[in-house]
């Protein structure tokens, strides 16, 4: 809200400066968003023009001109890049004084005598349009003080107001709360009743409860035209531009004391009555806006005979406004209930100063005091004669009474304010203020519909007596030990292992566009949607984390990385029935050299199937049995970013709980990654999470020697690996520690169709070294299993 | 033998051994020519040693050890040499082994957390050490819970602050604050509490520089007896003066949120310039750093906690704000584009 401090000082006579208020205002809750200074803040600038513009002899960046001010001809050297002969300029004469007390004398700039200034808007306080001089304009005679242009001076500050605090929407209610700070009384309102005998148009409210209080006041014989100067100067000091006579009183009153009214051309309203009733189906408003408003059924409206003529607190209609040829004035003043006006205003997203003070709560008991002033200022500037209002209230206007203590007001603040002191500063801000210390009673006034606990009260004490003054405690601390969630400590755990292992972590967002879905051969059938989203980009909660980090890899490689190492830890969505499920998952996209060795590129290996699957076992540690499968031939749901062949998915007891596999090349196309050969991998947290939480326990190794025998196997290509070591796991060697593949090699000296492997067996016992005898027993029955199972023999 | 033919033997040996010049000798097996010559079995210094044994009692006492201090200082002496001529034989060796040290390092890829993550745990572990832990909810919310749970009711016009998301044919919205956590944490637990919330929120935004349609936030709240807003003003301040440093000033102003009671908003002095204005504090010389207050006792009695008995505070802090003020990122964006050049320059990796 935009707050002159002449208009303030109106209502309560102030010695502080704009600074200075914007301290209080703060303290008090109010933030100051800025201030705007009006009016001269300096002396001694006239309208000049320059009549000559000459290169300074002895500097680049500087000119020396002839300026006219109307009487005298003087030179001026100047800097400014836009300066040029014939300008009407703004032009300080020796002895002027600019803001920040600067005074112009003649001085001597590179030689050239300059006698005064060409000033720059924010040279003169102003906010600044261009850069360099202030090019006027023709149109004030020169000579003319500069200062007598700009209007009276005034400070506007830019006051935010707190959506509880509707009674501050004014400039007498934030005088008012300055009044109760500094326990000064507030300036009486002038202006009173306007007695008549004539009578208004009738008012018929047909809904008493979103309308409690309706006034109209008809003024007849109006001559509607300007608004007198000081009243134009406060509205625009404001903002707000002046329309007519009627129209900016009715402005200047709802920014005085913050009641909004409305002025009806009378003669337009047929039939000659006022009826305060819902819309219906199918009714529309012509508003002061200039655009039609269709209007849902339901809404309050003003409406005459025929139709609506205004939308209730939010904003009148055209046709019946208030012009420069109107006659007869019917001026509205109403309390509509909050919560009607609010819905108005949403439902048709029409906004305006009225609206935004009646849903927030306008004062109750203000419609009639404020249309009387109204209609006091229209006689007094647009003539006529008022009829008595036509009023039809059910308003109530009392308030709740609080009972409390200054003892309850000191635990809920955690200070120790005197009786005195509190009891004193609750005084100013009620209606009535009754009983003891111990025991009191506070009835709020009409317009502080905001305070009825005890919580309410404890924080206008707060405010009033500074919450500087309440002090720094520390409650004691509980005995519970503080605790992270099991999905927290396990992700916790999952990101420092995948940082460790050379992943950056990614943060991006949950909802997606339908198009990036489909790059990944997603579905966005069976999806959560935002019912309003913000682009088509941000339409569908994610149900995987990879289309992100695609995204990442992609934008990183498009910009010079050669490798892209990403995880994210996040939610993914689904649709289950009629709810939501929501999980915690660990994605992440291995692209490139693994070791950043450029210089020795031809050696470093690029990431693999195989950096991908050392990832997702370690993950899987300790998470329980894991079974892995071809993701082609498992039996869980399968997932179509991934490519079917070259994808493993891991299950706990059933449980999908992780995927690592080469892209679907289809995808890795739709992200430019084909070349990349990018690995993804995507794991189940909260199932992790599920996992013990132990503490690790050492267990004794044995430090008696090993013995190690290395085998190379030839067999069948089809067979995998895994076939190797699950034979020789069957073989129940009870002194076999270990088996290792140390090489996988096909070519000259292996036959063709057939494959190499190289393992080595570890053998060793607890609490003995074994005999060789012993060693090569063992090493015979592995190797008989696997020429009897796989047809294995051993390479000569 | 007598002792003057010895003692002739003696002087001829040690002349012989002056003269082999072992000090000089070129390279280790000349060295060991030199050892071997007097130091070898029939070598004239052995033989002098054996026939010290035809010598008298007295005599042998005598010119022992005269004899033995003669192959001692020998040995030495060899010894000397033939650790220098290791030293350099060594120096050449290792010499010869030099490679271009001035090439760059090979480095196993090196991962980071993301900046929001570690400013987020820092967060949290300062409150953890107060004795909060750590809770969580939903980010796909019910109305209840997002707004009439904590006294903003449909009507309320602080709901215009809270630009929502809503989801298609379901009578959900995508939470806009972890003070949603506060209601299901009390629905769940019965006091005394004192939990942090963190975790991601929405708001129906268009994204630019200072805005996010998804960022994050740490909610605070504390059930008990007997809190009041200077338990608030204590907790907050010995926190942000964890995170910002001892000398960090606080300024504790009222404020508006439906369900808190006296409401704060906490500032902290400007850090990037002295309390004169600059851009970060938008010339003020504070930065507003969090919104805080007394739980509305209303929360309670919706909630079915006792509110004559349980009082509490509750706090909120934009996890996006710390990180840009502590790391200075000025784009709210550069959070959500992974862009391996902005998150390289966060090495908070581990903590």
Request: hydrophobic share 40%.
């Amino acid at each position: 809200m935009k707050v002159s401090l002449n208009w303030l000082r109106e209502h309560l006579p102030l010695e502080l400066s704009a600074a200075e208020l914007s301290t209080h205002l703060l303290r008090l809750g109010f933030e100051v968003a800025g201030h705007q200074r009006l009016g001269a803040t300096f002396t001694g600038v006239v309208v000049g023009k320059v009549v000559t513009k000459e290169k300074h002899p002895n500097a680049d960046k500087l000119s020396v001109c002839v300026v006219d001010d109307g009487a005298t001809k003087r030179t001026v050297v100047c800097g400014a890049p836009n300066v040029d002969a014939g300008q009407t300029v703004a032009y300080a004469r020796p002895g002027a004084v600019l803001p920040g007390n600067f005074k112009i004398e003649g001085r001597k700039l590179r030689g050239v005598e300059s006698q005064g200034m060409i000033c720059s808007r924010s040279e003169l306080g102003l906010p600044k349009d261009v850069d360099g001089i202030w090019i006027m304009g023709e149109g004030p005679a020169l000579g003319t003080d500069v200062g007598s242009l700009l209007g009276p001076a005034d400070d506007v500050l830019e006051v935010e107001i707190t959506s509880n605090r509707p009674d501050c929407l004014s400039h007498r209610g934030l005088a008012r709360e300055l009044a109760a700070d500094f326990h000064k009384e507030l300036k009486p309102l002038g202006g009173g009743m306007v007695e008549s005998r004539k009578v208004s148009l009738p008012v018929t409210v047909e809904d008493s409860e979103a309308c409690p209080f309706y006034g109209a006041r008809l003024i007849e014989d109006v001559k509607v035209g300007d608004s007198p100067a000081w009243l134009k100067s406060k509205l625009e000091a404001i903002g707000l531009r002046p329309i007519n006579s009627v129209v900016d009183i009715t402005n200047y009153v709802l920014h005085d004391i913050g009641q909004p009214l409305h002025a009806f051309d009378a003669d337009k309203l047929k039939g000659g009555k006022i009826i305060v009733r819902r819309s219906e189906a199918g009714e529309k408003l012509l508003a002061l806006d200039h655009k039609t408003y269709d209007l849902p059924e339901g809404l309050l409206v003003i409406a005459d005979d025929e139709k609506p003529v205004a939308l209730a607190g939010v904003m009148g209609g055209e046709e019946t406004a208030v012009t420069t040829s109107t006659k007869r004035v019917l001026l509205e003043g109403a309390y509509f209930n909050p919560a009607e006006a609010r819905k108005s205003s949403q439902k048709t997203r029409l906004r305006s100063d009225s609206s935004y003070r009646f849903e927030r709560g306008s004062d109750p008991a203000a419609p009639r005091e404020a249309a009387d002033r109204a209609a006091a200022l229209i006689l007094q500037i647009a003539g006529g004669s008022a009829a008595m209002p036509s009023e039809a209230a059910s308003v109530r206007l009392e308030g709740t009474k609080i009972h409390s203590s200054v003892a309850k007001l000191n635990q809920i603040l955690g200070a120790d304010f005197s009786d005195d002191k509190v009891l004193a500063s609750l005084k100013p801000i009620a209606k009535e203020l009754t009983g003891t210390a111990a025991d009191f009673g506070f009835l709020p006034p009409s317009w502080r519909r905001d305070l009825a606990t005890a919580n309410d009260l404890a924080e206008e004490v707060g405010r009033f007596l500074g919450y500087d003054n309440i002090p720094y405690r520390m409650a004691p601390m509980s005995p519970k030990t503080a605790r992270l969630t099991p999905v927290e400590a396990e992700s916790r755990r999952v990101r420092s292992r995948l940082a460790a292992l050379g992943l950056s972590e990614a943060y991006n967002y949950d909802l997606l566009s339908e198009k990036s879905l489909a790059a990944c051969r997603l579905s966005a059938d069976g999806q959560p949607r935002a019912a309003n989203p913000l682009s088509e980009d941000w339409a569908v909660l994610r149900q995987s984390l990879l289309p992100g980090l695609l995204k990442n890899a992609a934008h990183n490689l498009s910009r010079g990385a050669d490798a892209a190492r990403f995880f994210e830890v996040g939610k993914a969505y689904a649709i289950r029935g009629t709810d939501v499920d929501e999980t915690w998952r660990v994605a992440g996209i291995l692209l490139g050299p693994v070791l950043d060795a450029r210089w020795q590129a031809a050696r470093a290996p690029r990431a693999s199937f195989y950096d991908g699957k050392a990832i997702v076992e370690d993950l899987l540690e300790k998470a329980g049995p894991v079974v892995w499968a071809k993701l082609s031939e498992s039996k869980t749901p399968s997932d179509p970013l991934f490519h079917p062949a070259n994808t493993l998915r891991a299950t706990i007891n059933g449980a999908p709980v992780a995927t690592v596999g080469w892209l679907h090349p289809r995808v890795a196309r739709a992200f430019d990654l084909e070349r990349e050969g990018a690995i993804v991998f995507d794991a189940d947290l909260e199932w992790l999470a599920g996992r013990e939480d132990a503490v690790s326990r050492f267990a004794e190794f044995s430090s008696l020697p090993v013995s190690r025998r290395d085998l190379a196997l030839v067999l069948d290509k089809k067979s995998a690996y895994r076939d190797v070591e699950t034979v020789i796991k069957k073989c129940r060697l009870e002194a076999l520690q270990d088996v290792l593949l140390f090489d996988v090699y096909e070519g000259k000296g292996v036959p063709e169709g057939k494959v190499s492997l190289a393992i080595r067996l570890t053998f060793g016992l607890a609490d003995r070294t074994l005999t060789d005898t012993e060693v090569s027993a063992a090493v015979e029955t592995v190797v008989a299993a696997l020429a009897k199972q796989l047809g294995a023999s051993l390479r000569s | 033998m007598t002792r003057a033919d010895w003692e002739k033997s003696y002087a001829r040996t040690e002349s012989a051994l002056r003269s082999a010049g072992v000090e000089k000798t070129a390279d280790l097996p000349t060295l060991e020519e030199v050892r071997v010559r007097f130091l070898g079995r029939k070598s004239e210094l052995t033989e002098l040693l054996k026939s010290l044994k035809d010598l008298s009692i007295e005599d042998k006492r005598d010119l022992g050890p005269k004899a033995q201090g003669l192959k001692a200082s020998f040995e030495a002496a060899l010894e000397a040499r033939k650790s220098v001529l290791e030293e350099s034989g060594d120096a050449a060796a290792l010499a010869a082994d030099a490679i271009d040290l001035s090439l760059p390092a090979i480095r196993p890829p090196k991962g980071r957390l993301h900046p929001l993550t570690t400013t987020l745990h820092e967060i949290a572990r300062i409150f953890q050490l107060m004795g909060y832990s750590w809770a969580e909810g939903p980010f796909v919310e019910d109305e209840k819970h997002n707004f009439s749970a904590l006294n903003i009711p449909d009507d309320h016009p602080a709901r215009d602050s809270h630009d929502t998301f809503y989801l298609q044919g379901l009578p959900y919205l995508l939470r806009t604050h972890t003070s949603t956590v506060q209601i299901r944490t009390m629905e769940t637990q019965r006091p005394p509490l004192r939990v942090v919330c963190p975790g991601r929120v929405f708001r129906h935004e268009q994204i630019d520089a200072t805005h996010s349609a998804v960022f994050h936030q740490v909610e605070g709240l504390v059930v008990d007896e007997n809190i009041g807003l200077a338990d608030l003003k204590g907790h907050l301040q010995t926190f942000l003066q964890k995170l910002l440093g001892a000398s960090t000033k606080t300024r504790f102003r009222p404020s508006y949120f439906p369900f808190t009671e006296p409401s704060t908003e906490v500032d902290v002095k400007c850090f990037f310039c002295p309390g004169t204005g600059c851009p970060s504090c938008k010339h003020t010389g504070w930065i507003e750093i969090l919104g805080a207050g007394v739980v509305n006792p209303v929360v309670f009695k919706a909630i079915g906690y006792d509110e004559k008995k349980w009082s509490g505070f509750a706090f909120g802090i934009g996890v996006e704000r710390v990180a840009m003020l502590l790391h200075g990122v000025r784009d709210l964006r550069d959070f959500y584009t992974n862009d391996i050049r902005f998150l390289k320059q966060f090495d908070e990796s581990l903590t």
